[in-house]
């Protein structure tokens, strides 16, 4: 049975995406209490049923929206993910393994968050560290999609995917080291965009990596709130090396030749959902006026081999260096099957990863080759459409639960590594009747391309919204 769960209603918040919070408070419609309020009641109705809330900090959040701040945001509510530090605010990483107190100062990108004007209402979950593609934990109960609550809300800013599908917020943070911004994006039929490497202040941890594969960004129900809170960051700190991005406030005139992949580097077919929707897409651009061709992948299996070892890398990392990064309360033995399953594979192949890390390295220059005769390529976001609870879950064994985990993701990892933007839009329904997201990828800086397009799609075929 289908079990729907959303705080759409008739209070300050309504229907209104970001944007439209932000001018009814500009206007004197609404004020910024009483927008946090309908948020704060929201979120007391739907939690319980979703999981979706790591640390509420609502006091605060009142207070806060007595004062907001200035911002193409100023008073609208919203949730940083867990993996970010909030100053008077616990960051746990998703895991029992961590025992933090309240951080006593905001993370770098905190600041360029909160520049927006954003009320913090508190922290969202997420798997233990950001490993998993769902939000589920061995002995905890998961976060559940709010489309049905039988279902996954992907990973790794699974709390905030739901949050924003359910209605509670309309703009929530979230972060992506292999797909964590998209999977959950297309899991819960939201817009998700990766930004390139560096457009955005990045996470402090993942800037000491060999290969930085972490993007900081958002999870909306609109391509504008996206576009707004991606013109926001560069007002507040403009990306250096990267091409100039203001805002994207709307499609463009020009037509694009777009390269189509279906399938992945793993080897296994697309499921048949996932197929339909991106061939839909594909036949809904060429009756816009874009050309849509097949391409070839620019990596093999190689490239996920890679991938996977340094999963593995930065698993064991954070078990050997626990009690250094996140304080000396850090029990490695409380971690889940998952992050101690990744650990022992990297133990066994650690001799691998000089050539792992220059893979990855290669990547980039592989990835970016791949757009000089397409101007975006598309593909499906996931290998298969967002499963039960259950089937990714870190209790399931790990070899079978980590065969299914590198098909389900398998479409995103390359613009981790490679540093390139990506966006998924919610643009399917599988034969369950959940969202599917189709993903675009363009070249280093062209974010203004699939903001472009992504407007374009959201005219043609509207986003739908829980009802």
Known sequence: MTTRVHAFGDDALGDLDAVGVAVAIAAGEISAREATEAAIARAERVNPALNAI???????????????????????????????????????QGSLAVNSRPAVANAPFTDQFLSAGLTVLGKSTMPEFGFNATTEYETLPPTRNPWN????????????????????????????????????????????LK??????????????????????GVVTRTVRDTAHFLA????????????????VEGPSDRRLRIGLIVDSVTGVPTDEDSRKAVL????????????????????????????????GLLAFSTQHFGKKVMGPDFDKTLTDPLTRGLARKFIRQAWRTPGAIRGLKRS?????????????IMSPTLGFATPELGYLSPAVDFPVMF?????????????NASGGPAISLPLGRSSADMPIGVHFSADHGDEQTLLEIAYELEAAQPFATIR
């Open 54 to 92: 790591q640390h509420p900090d609502f006091d605060r959040a009142r207070s806060a929206a007595d004062r907001p701040a200035t911002g193409a945001f100023s008073g609208v509510p919203t949730f940083v993910k867990d993996n970010t530090d909030v100053a008077g605010l616990p960051t746990d």
């Open 149 to 192: 609550t039988g279902y996954s809300a992907g990973a790794s800013s699974g709390g905030s995917a739901a949050l924003v599908a359910a209605g509670v917020v309309p703009i929530a943070h979230a972060n992506d080291g292999g797909g964590s911004i998209r999977i959950p994006a297309a899991a819960c039929g939201l817009v998700g």
């Open 195 to 216: 930004p390139t490497r560096d457009r955005v202040v990045p996470a402090v941890e993942a800037a000491k990596l060999p290969v930085d594969i972490v993007s900081n």
């Open 232 to 247: 926001a960051t560069q007002a507040y700190l403009p990306a250096a090396g990267l091409r100039p991005l203001g805002l």
């Open 280 to 311: 839909a897409t594909s036949d809904l651009l060429g009756g816009l006026g874009h050309e849509v061709v097949e391409v070839e992948l620019p990596v093999d299996q190689a490239f996920m081999a890679d991938f996977k070892h340094y999963w």
């Open 364 to 376: 980039e220059q592989r990835y970016r080759a791949a757009f000089a005769d397409v101007d975006l």
């Open 403 to 415: 065969d299914r985990l590198i098909q389900y993701a398998a479409f995103t990892p390359l613009n």
